[in-house]
């Protein structure tokens, strides 16, 4: 929720509807299931897309009217429960809200004011890999300082380096090294002589003992067990890797890692990339994830297993 001084101060800029428009990505089967828009689900910094993207606009716009695509009632709810003051509408012609009163923004993007800016920006998400830019970015933007929930419990042997948020309820055993920036959320856990960096961690995470997490995104509600590696990769809600689990994020070539998207392997312009794992899956000990795989939503994966499909 925004503060009442922002609120306040709303009136002295021009009234705005924000026109959340529907665009082709490739995340609806990465991070949570249920109907409705699943990338409105996606967390930011502990809270929902749609909810992180309209606080951060309304720091710029006075908007006092949101025009949704159809049947995303669950999306409507959510933003009423967070914005009484905003009108919300269901709209079938975009044409019609093309206006100079009127601000776009793709369902599928977040709003981040780059370091220097004057204003923020929209940034789609069109691939999965995309999300790791836009959390780096988040991270940048949001994580400037260290902020320590008084009702978290950090052992005294932890060493906590550079910017970092962590939430209520967050257990950080000894001998952990935590580099921010990163965000770490309610009730996550981390085990003794695991390292942490630059990543984003949703709420209800449990990392084991002496794993290295390094520029990952965790959506929550994940069990990560001991001695795993996990490298510039995407993990989904509800997953359990078991011990000794790796993302491997470099091809042995050093060449650009490439994508299966529907069929076709694509580029993604990066030389560093882990794996993509859906929602609700569950990884076996010792299995090793070749570059830019993508474990799909619900799978199992024996242990053992070097996964290169």
């Given at each position: 929720m925004l503060k009442n001084e922002t609120i306040n101060n709303l009136h002295?800029?021009?009234?705005?509807?924000?026109?959340?428009?529907?665009?082709?990505?490739?995340?609806?089967?990465i991070f949570y299931e249920k109907d409705d828009s699943k990338i409105s689900l996606l967390k930011i910094m502990g809270k929902p897309l749609i909810v992180y993207n309209i606080e951060k606009l309304l720091l710029q716009y006075d908007i006092d009217h949101i025009a949704l695509p159809t049947n995303f009632s669950g999306m409507s709810d959510m933003i009423q429960d967070n914005f009484p003051f905003i009108q919300i509408d269901e709209i079938l012609d975009?044409?019609?809200?093309?206006?100079?009163?009127?601000?776009?923004?793709?369902?599928?993007?977040?709003?981040t004011k780059p370091k220097g800016a004057d204003n923020y920006t929209i940034q789609k998400i069109v691939y999965p890999w995309d999300i790791l830019k836009i959390m780096h970015n988040v991270l940048n933007a949001d994580v400037t300082s260290t902020s320590?929930?008084?009702?978290?419990?950090?052992?005294?042997?932890?060493?906590?380096?550079?910017?970092?948020?962590?939430?209520?309820?967050?257990?950080?055993?000894?001998?952990?090294?935590?580099?921010?920036?990163?965000?770490?959320?309610?009730?996550?856990?981390?085990?003794?002589?695991?390292?942490?960096?630059?990543?984003?961690?949703?709420?209800?995470?449990?990392?084991?003992?002496?794993?290295?997490?390094?520029?990952?995104?965790?959506?929550?509600?994940?069990?990560?067990?001991?001695?795993?590696?996990?490298?510039?990769?995407?993990?989904?809600?509800?997953?359990?890797?078991?011990?000794?689990?790796?993302?491997?994020?470099?091809?042995?070539?050093?060449?650009?890692?490439?994508?299966?998207?529907d069929g076709v392997l694509v580029s993604t312009a990066l030389d560093q990339l882990g794996?993509?794992?859906?929602?609700?899956?569950?990884?076996?000990?010792?299995?090793?994830?070749?570059?830019?795989?993508?474990?799909?939503?619900?799978?199992?994966?024996?242990?053992?297993t070097v996964f290169s499909k």
């Open positions: 002295t800029r021009k009234k705005q509807t924000l026109v959340v428009e529907n665009s082709t990505n490739w995340l609806d089967n975009y044409d019609k809200t093309n206006s100079s009163d009127s601000v776009k923004m793709p369902i599928n993007s977040v709003v320590v929930s008084n009702n978290s419990s950090i052992a005294e042997s932890a060493i906590v380096k550079g910017p970092c948020v962590i939430e209520d309820g967050v257990s950080v055993d000894d001998f952990v090294k935590i580099i921010g920036p990163i965000y770490i959320g309610k009730n996550a856990k981390i085990g003794t002589g695991s390292l942490v960096r630059h990543s984003m961690m949703g709420s209800d995470t449990t990392i084991g003992f002496n794993c290295e997490i390094a520029r990952s995104f965790f959506m929550g509600d994940t069990r990560v067990a001991h001695l795993d590696v996990v490298l510039d990769s995407v993990i989904g809600q509800n997953c359990w890797l078991g011990g000794f689990v790796g993302t491997t994020n470099v091809l042995l070539n050093k060449e650009i890692i490439r994508y299966k998207l794996s993509v794992i859906g929602y609700n899956c569950a990884i076996g000990a010792g299995t090793v994830i070749l570059p830019g795989r993508f474990v799909p939503p619900n799978s199992t994966v024996q242990a053992g």
